[in-house]
T-cell receptor
Framework: DVKVTQSSRYLVKRTGEKVFLECVQD?????MFWYRQDPGLGLRLIYFSYDVKMKEKGDIPEGYSVSREKKERFSLILESASTNQTSMYLC?????????FGPGTRLTVT | GENVEQHPSTLSVQEGDSAVIKCTYS??????FPWYKQELGKGPQLIID?????GEKKDQRIAVTLNKTAKHFSLHITETQPEDSAVYFCAASGNTPLVFGKGTRLSVIA
C-alpha cells in the first residue's frame, strides 16, 4: 500500500526558530512536493523535486528551503519561522501520474 | 501556466441525491485530471482520475467526465451518503506539477 509519512502531525514553534518538516515515501517515487494549505487559498506549491539533490521553486518559495539527500526523503526548512507561516503543510510524492499525499503537519508559529 | 477553476465552493445535498462538481482548466497541454477527497484533519486522498485519451471513467458511485474541447471536467457522485461529506479538489497537469482548484465543501444531509 502506498505510504507517505510526515514527521509530526502538530508542531508549535516560536517566531525566529528554524523549523524542519520531514517527509518520507516508500514507493520509490522520483517526484516529491511540498504544499501549504490555507482556508480559501487551496493548495499552494512551495517546492518540488524530480530527483535526489535537485529542487525547483513552486509558486510560493519565499521563506522556505528544501533538502533532498535521499530519494525517499524530502525536507522542508523554514529558516526563520514567522507567524504568517502558520499553516497546514502537506507533502506528496508521484511517479508518473498518481500523486499521493501524507497526513499533513499543522504548524503554529507564535 | 495552468489555471484551474472549481465550482461550486460549497454544496449541500440530501442523502441519496447526486452531487456534481465542475472544473475548468486553461492549458490545452494538460492531459491528466485527478480528483481528491479530503476529510477533516487528513491529507487529500486520490479517489479517481482521468487521462485525456478518454471521455469518462466510473468507479462504483463516482464518475468523472472530461470535455477536452471545452477544457472542463466534472465529478459526479450518485446516491450520496453522509460519509461522502468532505472537501473535494480537482487538479490538472501535463509535464508539470499538479495545479489544484480551490476545493468544494460537500455536505450530505441525512
Amino acid at each position: 500500500d502506498v505510504k507517505v509519512t510526515q514527521s509530526s502531525r502538530y508542531l508549535v514553534k516560536r517566531t525566529g526558530e528554524k523549523v524542519f518538516l520531514e517527509c518520507v515515501q516508500d514507493m520509490d517515487h522520483e517526484n516529491m512536493f511540498w504544499y501549504r494549505q490555507d482556508p480559501g487559498l487551496g493548495l499552494r506549491l512551495i517546492y518540488f523535486s524530480y530527483d535526489v539533490k535537485m529542487k525547483e521553486k513552486g509558486d510560493i518559495p519565499e521563506g522556505y528551503s528544501v533538502s533532498r539527500e535521499k530519494k525517499e526523503r524530502f525536507s522542508l526548512i523554514l529558516e526563520s519561522a514567522s507567524t504568517n507561516q502558520t499553516s497546514m503543510y502537506l507533502c506528496a510524492s508521484r511517479k508518473t501520474y498518481e500523486q499521493y499525499f501524507g497526513p499533513g503537519t499543522r504548524l503554529t508559529v507564535t | 501556466g495552468e489555471n484551474v477553476e472549481q465550482h461550486p465552493s460549497t454544496l449541500s445535498v440530501q442523502e441519496g441525491d447526486s452531487a456534481v462538481i465542475k472544473c475548468t482548466y486553461s492549458d490545452s497541454a494538460s492531459n491528466y485530471f485527478p480528483w481528491y477527497k479530503q476529510e477533516l484533519g487528513k491529507g487529500p486522498q486520490l479517489i479517481i482520475d482521468i487521462r485525456s485519451n478518454v471521455g469518462e471513467k466510473k468507479d462504483q458511485r463516482i464518475a468523472v467526465t472530461l470535455n477536452k474541447t471545452a477544457k472542463h471536467f466534472s465529478l459526479h457522485i450518485t446516491e450520496t451518503q453522509p460519509e461522502d461529506s468532505a472537501v473535494y479538489f480537482c487538479a490538472a497537469s501535463g509535464n508539470t506539477p499538479l495545479v489544484f482548484g480551490k476545493g468544494t465543501r460537500l455536505s450530505v444531509i441525512a
